[in-house]
């Protein structure tokens, strides 16, 4: 433990002490700065980009987080079945998401959504004409949530655990009362299943918060095209590196870990209800 | 910095040790290669911006370098530029950049007013420098950046395209003439994916040029407010709405997936203004491609003032936390005055600012043309605005992204003037 807790003192707590603190300054990155109280706080509710960042994340946690686990969910019960080669399959499926945040993904993923890329011609054939979506703004997002979707394999994986431990009996006693696939995925499996539902919905959702890694590769600094990827992550990014206004940053920073601290708290009580542990009485 | 002198000081005696160990060692056994200070080298750092091309050379000139300097070892780096850029503001921040970097014009002042560089007098040659070029590498009285070369701005164009086009961009031709000419050579290039000329208002320095053929500038002489109203931003976003009409410049979507690339190397762009120096990047792809490039004076509504002003293309800049002040130094003369190193680099960075380094670089056609070019329009070079305000990196970034919101129809241009400004002013605000 004690390795542990020094390490944790000393990279996050310090820092975040830190950067709370400088969160109360006009600190700039290379001059320093001074005690300001909460300007930063009331400047960032008045700053027009600020409303942008959210709106992006949000859309991005919307759409990401729900069709990357169905996905997954999916996906682990197709390889929960007994079969040959199954251990193949598990391991092709859970690759992507070991390479999804690099360079190189990013970059093949910008030619697949390049205008007469993969995706342009493909849709081109049903009678699309907006072109690549790295070049437009109203649906550039997708790339991303594609990205992220693609690279299930940590929730596949955890869902596959949880598919594991479901009784058979349980399924056994269903076909006796002549259930079918679909009442038994509903009746027996989801509930069943719930702690690890929201387990994964919880970290999936605390992570897409969070993007960063390949909306800056994709988007840039200026979450191009015309800021649709600019996620609160990246403006944080670009306040404190590129405008080096550290103590501006800061305040964001902490208002990202103030919501997301409020999302995980909400989930926590709606889970009271809607999360079945077996062995309760209820 | 107020180490300076001990620093020196230890500095010359282990020099003067190893180099007396070297002599010791040499005459000791001749035969094994180099030793002493070689086996113990001054390790020296130096980054710069560009591409491979670029990279290949300097590397060259650098080996040159430390063949003749045994005792000093130089680790380099390059990146292109914004990815250089991002990477010495975060290093600035941690204090941590490298012995000797590139710098631009329009860096100068975050960087030499925070105390980021090194005063060069006295440590760097500056006896060679063409007059005038010095002008632009002072900070607060002090000589902290030393031009590598020159450049100043010019419209570059597909000569072929404009010939066959039958369109001629004779000298004291005005922008609404400009527009012409692209429509007209748009329509008769007829492909859908070649354009006579591209949209330019979404780059500040062209919309200072604009300014400054008027008689003013973009930031006010002080460098802590914007020297125009939202008005004059207004027009000048809206100027080019009617060539996006008719089709006649290439749109937002097809100019965002360009880069790293460019219009004219890929064989879509007929015109585009830019600096001069860049023809050497464009031309040879162009020439692959079948094609030609020319460089004409930038368009203006008033034929006496033009607006251009000589800028330094880049700088040499040593950092302040160097321990090897002296070794970078050395780097620094060899690149711009040893007539080998000259050679080697040719006019990649734009002609020589120095006068050694005019008399020993080779210039092919494309320099020649850069050349001839600059003397065209030497009579109507005017004083170079101070260095932009430290802000001016971000600023910069933001004039694009926000125009690119117009581009995009997601804001009028009165709304993006507005934008702009706000987001400007507390760019400004915060470095002061």
Redesign the interface.
């Given at each position: 433990m004690i390795p542990w807790i020094i390490g944790t003192a000393i990279l996050t707590i310090g820092p975040m002490a830190w950067s709370l603190y400088l969160s109360f300054t006009d600190y700039h990155l290379i001059r320093g700065g001074e005690w300001i109280g909460l300007d930063n706080y009331t400047a960032v509710f008045n700053d027009p980009m600020f409303y942008r960042a959210v709106r992006v994340t949000l859309l991005y946690v919307v759409l990401a987080v729900p069709v990357k686990l169905v996905a997954s969910l999916a996906v682990a019960m197709l390889l929960s079945q007994r079969r040959r080669g199954m251990s193949f399959y598990r391991a092709a499926f859970y690759m992507p998401s070991l390479i999804a945040m690099s360079v190189g993904v990013a970059l093949i993923w910008k030619a697949l959504f390049a205008n007469g890329g993969v995706q342009d011609r493909f849709m081109g054939v049903f009678g699309w004409d907006g072109g690549g979506f790295l070049g437009n703004p109203s649906v550039s997002i997708l790339m991303l949530v594609l990205l992220a979707v693609w690279s299930f394999g940590a929730p596949m994986v955890i869902f596959l655990a949880g598919l594991m431990q479901v009784p058979q009996e349980l399924y056994e006693a269903a076909d006796v009362d002549g259930a079918g696939k679909w009442h038994k995925f509903v009746r027996i499996t989801l509930p069943m299943l719930s702690p690890v539902i929201f387990f994964n919905v919880l970290m999936e959702t605390v992570g897409a918060f969070q993007v960063f890694g390949s909306a800056y590769i994709i988007g840039g600094e200026s979450g191009s095209p015309a800021w649709s990827t600019l996620f609160y992550t990246v403006r944080i990014y670009t306040l404190a590196f590129t405008d080096f206004r550290m103590g501006y940053a800061s305040a964001y920073a902490w208002l990202l870990v103030l919501a997301v601290g409020l999302v995980t708290a909400v989930m926590f009580r709606a889970a009271k209800r809607l999360v079945f542990y077996a062995g309760e009485d209820k | 910095m107020i180490n300076n002198s001990h620093r020196a000081k230890r500095r010359t005696l282990l020099t003067g040790a190893a180099a007396t160990a070297a002599l010791g060692a040499a005459a000791a056994c001749g035969d094994d290669g180099p030793a002493g200070t070689a086996d113990d080298p001054i390790q020296i750092s130096f980054e710069w911006w560009g591409d491979e091309a670029r990279a290949d050379i300097t590397q060259q000139a650098v080996d040159l370098f430390q063949e003749k300097n045994e005792g000093i070892k130089v680790r380099t780096n390059f990146s292109d530029f914004?990815t250089y850029w991002?990477s010495m503001?975060?290093r600035?921040?941690g204090r941590d950049l490298p012995d000797v970097l590139n710098m631009d014009y329009s860096r100068l002042l975050q960087f030499g007013s925070?105390g980021?560089l090194l005063p060069l007098e006295g440590l760097v040659d500056t006896s060679q420098f063409i007059e005038g070029f010095l002008d632009t590498g002072y900070v607060n009285d002090e000589l902290v950046a030393v031009p590598i070369a020159g450049n100043t701005l010019g419209l570059i164009y597909r000569s072929d395209w404009y010939e066959a086009a039958g369109v001629e961009l004779e000298p004291g031709y005005t922008w609404d003439d400009y527009h012409q000419a692209i429509a007209s050579v748009t329509a008769e290039l007829g492909s859908g994916s070649q354009w006579g000329g591209g949209d330019y208002a979404g780059q500040y320095h062209f919309m200072e040029l604009w300014l400054r053929q008027q008689g003013g500038s973009f930031y006010t002489e002080d460098g802590t407010a914007l020297n125009f109203d939202k008005s004059e931003l207004t027009a000048w976003w809206s100027r080019n709405a009617g060539l996006h009409t008719d089709g006649a410049v290439p749109p937002?979507?097809?100019t965002?997936?360009w880069a790293p690339e460019n219009g004219f190397v890929l064989d879509q762009l007929g015109a585009d203004l830019g600096w001069d120096n860049f023809l050497a990047w464009y031309a040879p792809t162009v020439a692959e491609n079948g094609g030609s490039l020319a460089l004409a004076a930038p368009p203006t509504d008033d034929p006496s003032s033009i607006g251009l002003y000589l800028k330094p293309s880049m700088q040499l800049c040593i950092s302040a936390t160097t321990d090897h002040a002296e070794q970078s130094a050395q780097l620094i003369d060899f690149l711009l005055t040893d007539p080998e190193a000259i050679a080697i680099l040719g006019t990649n960075r734009g002609i020589p600012a120095t006068s050694v380094g005019r008399e020993n670089v080779v210039v092919d056609e494309i320099s020649q043309q850069v050349l001839d070019y600059e003397a065209s329009v030497e009579q109507y070079l005017t004083t170079p605005p101070p260095p932009p305000p430290s802000?001016t990196?971000?600023i910069e970034?933001k004039f694009?992204?926000i125009y690119?919101?117009v581009?995009?129809e997601?804001m009028t241009p009165a709304d993006a003037a507005d934008?702009f400004f706000?987001?400007a002013e507390t760019?400004l605000a915060?470095?002061q």
């Amino acid at each position: 433990m004690i390795p542990w807790i020094i390490g944790t003192a000393i990279l996050t707590i310090g820092p975040m002490a830190w950067s709370l603190y400088l969160s109360f300054t006009d600190y700039h990155l290379i001059r320093g700065g001074e005690w300001i109280g909460l300007d930063n706080y009331t400047a960032v509710f008045n700053d027009p980009m600020f409303y942008r960042a959210v709106r992006v994340t949000l859309l991005y946690v919307v759409l990401a987080v729900p069709v990357k686990l169905v996905a997954s969910l999916a996906v682990a019960m197709l390889l929960s079945q007994r079969r040959r080669g199954m251990s193949f399959y598990r391991a092709a499926f859970y690759m992507p998401s070991l390479i999804a945040m690099s360079v190189g993904v990013a970059l093949i993923w910008k030619a697949l959504f390049a205008n007469g890329g993969v995706q342009d011609r493909f849709m081109g054939v049903f009678g699309w004409d907006g072109g690549g979506f790295l070049g437009n703004p109203s649906v550039s997002i997708l790339m991303l949530v594609l990205l992220a979707v693609w690279s299930f394999g940590a929730p596949m994986v955890i869902f596959l655990a949880g598919l594991m431990q479901v009784p058979q009996e349980l399924y056994e006693a269903a076909d006796v009362d002549g259930a079918g696939k679909w009442h038994k995925f509903v009746r027996i499996t989801l509930p069943m299943l719930s702690p690890v539902i929201f387990f994964n919905v919880l970290m999936e959702t605390v992570g897409a918060f969070q993007v960063f890694g390949s909306a800056y590769i994709i988007g840039g600094e200026s979450g191009s095209p015309a800021w649709s990827t600019l996620f609160y992550t990246v403006r944080i990014y670009t306040l404190a590196f590129t405008d080096f206004r550290m103590g501006y940053a800061s305040a964001y920073a902490w208002l990202l870990v103030l919501a997301v601290g409020l999302v995980t708290a909400v989930m926590f009580r709606a889970a009271k209800r809607l999360v079945f542990y077996a062995g309760e009485d209820k | 910095m107020i180490n300076n002198s001990h620093r020196a000081k230890r500095r010359t005696l282990l020099t003067g040790a190893a180099a007396t160990a070297a002599l010791g060692a040499a005459a000791a056994c001749g035969d094994d290669g180099p030793a002493g200070t070689a086996d113990d080298p001054i390790q020296i750092s130096f980054e710069w911006w560009g591409d491979e091309a670029r990279a290949d050379i300097t590397q060259q000139a650098v080996d040159l370098f430390q063949e003749k300097n045994e005792g000093i070892k130089v680790r380099t780096n390059f990146s292109d530029f914004p990815t250089y850029w991002e990477s010495m503001t975060t290093r600035m921040a941690g204090r941590d950049l490298p012995d000797v970097l590139n710098m631009d014009y329009s860096r100068l002042l975050q960087f030499g007013s925070n105390g980021m560089l090194l005063p060069l007098e006295g440590l760097v040659d500056t006896s060679q420098f063409i007059e005038g070029f010095l002008d632009t590498g002072y900070v607060n009285d002090e000589l902290v950046a030393v031009p590598i070369a020159g450049n100043t701005l010019g419209l570059i164009y597909r000569s072929d395209w404009y010939e066959a086009a039958g369109v001629e961009l004779e000298p004291g031709y005005t922008w609404d003439d400009y527009h012409q000419a692209i429509a007209s050579v748009t329509a008769e290039l007829g492909s859908g994916s070649q354009w006579g000329g591209g949209d330019y208002a979404g780059q500040y320095h062209f919309m200072e040029l604009w300014l400054r053929q008027q008689g003013g500038s973009f930031y006010t002489e002080d460098g802590t407010a914007l020297n125009f109203d939202k008005s004059e931003l207004t027009a000048w976003w809206s100027r080019n709405a009617g060539l996006h009409t008719d089709g006649a410049v290439p749109p937002i979507d097809v100019t965002t997936q360009w880069a790293p690339e460019n219009g004219f190397v890929l064989d879509q762009l007929g015109a585009d203004l830019g600096w001069d120096n860049f023809l050497a990047w464009y031309a040879p792809t162009v020439a692959e491609n079948g094609g030609s490039l020319a460089l004409a004076a930038p368009p203006t509504d008033d034929p006496s003032s033009i607006g251009l002003y000589l800028k330094p293309s880049m700088q040499l800049c040593i950092s302040a936390t160097t321990d090897h002040a002296e070794q970078s130094a050395q780097l620094i003369d060899f690149l711009l005055t040893d007539p080998e190193a000259i050679a080697i680099l040719g006019t990649n960075r734009g002609i020589p600012a120095t006068s050694v380094g005019r008399e020993n670089v080779v210039v092919d056609e494309i320099s020649q043309q850069v050349l001839d070019y600059e003397a065209s329009v030497e009579q109507y070079l005017t004083t170079p605005p101070p260095p932009p305000p430290s802000a001016t990196g971000a600023i910069e970034a933001k004039f694009g992204e926000i125009y690119e919101q117009v581009l995009y129809e997601t804001m009028t241009p009165a709304d993006a003037a507005d934008t702009f400004f706000t987001e400007a002013e507390t760019l400004l605000a915060a470095e002061q």
